[in-house]
C-alpha cells in the first residue's frame, strides 16, 4: 500500500525533523557552554591558588610611613617587592631582602587575627600561651626590622 503523504502530514513530518535537530544543536550547545564555565573556573582556581598579593603600609620606627606590594607566583612559596609605575609592574627583588621580615610580620598578624576572630578580643579572657606568643613574635619582629606597629 503506496499513499502520498497529506500536506499536513508532510509539514508534521518536517516540522518534528526541524525541532529534533534545533534541539540536538541547543543541547550541544549547552554542553560546549559548560565545558568553557567549567574551563574558566578551573583557570581561575589555578590563578587564585598561585597568584598571590600582599600590599598594605607600616610605620617605621623613624616615623616615617612605608608602602609595600609583594606579589607571589608559586603560590606564596617565594614573595617578591614589586612597584607599580603606571600600568608597568617591576620587580624589586624577594621580598625578604627588600623588607626583612614582612611576611613573617604579616603571617603572625594573620594568625592573631582568625585566633581573634574565632575566640573574641583580646583582653576579654586572660590571654592563652598561643596569643602571648604571637604578641612576643610580633613584639620581636618589629624590633628586629626596624617596623613599628601603631
Known amino acids: 500500500m503506496n499513499r502520498e503523504m497529506s500536506t499536513s502530514e508532510i509539514v508534521l513530518f518536517v ?17 560546549k557552554y559548560e565545558n568553557t564555565i567549567e574551563s574558566k573556573n578551573d583557570h ?9 598579593k600582599e600590599a598594605g603600609g607600616t610605620a617605621l620606627y623613624n ?5 609595600y606590594d609583594l606579589r607571589s607566583l608559586d603560590g606564596g612559596v617565594t614573595w617578591y617587592a614589586v612597584k607599580r609605575s603606571g600600568d608597568s609592574l617591576k620587580i624589586m627583588g624577594e621580598a625578604e631582602k627588600i623588607y626583612p621580615g614582612l611576611r613573617k610580620m604579616n603571617e603572625t598578624w594573620t ?3 582568625a585566633k ?5 578580643p583580646l583582653g576579654s579572657k586572660p590571654l592563652d600561651d598561643e ?11 618589629t624590633r628586629e ?4 606597629i601603631k
Open 131 to 141: 596569643a602571648k606568643l604571637l604578641i612576643k613574635n610580633l613584639n620581636e619582629s
Open 145 to 148: 626590622n626596624g617596623i613599628k
Open 63 to 67: 616615623g616615617k610611613y612605608m608602602d
Open 111 to 113: 594568625k592573631l587575627f
Open 44 to 52: 581561575l582556581n589555578f590563578y587564585q591558588s598561585t597568584y598571590k
Open 15 to 31: 516540522s518534528t525533523v526541524v525541532l529534533a535537530v534545533t534541539l540536538m544543536f541547543t543541547i550541544n550547545v549547552i554542553r
Open 116 to 120: 581573634i576572630e574565632k575566640e573574641g
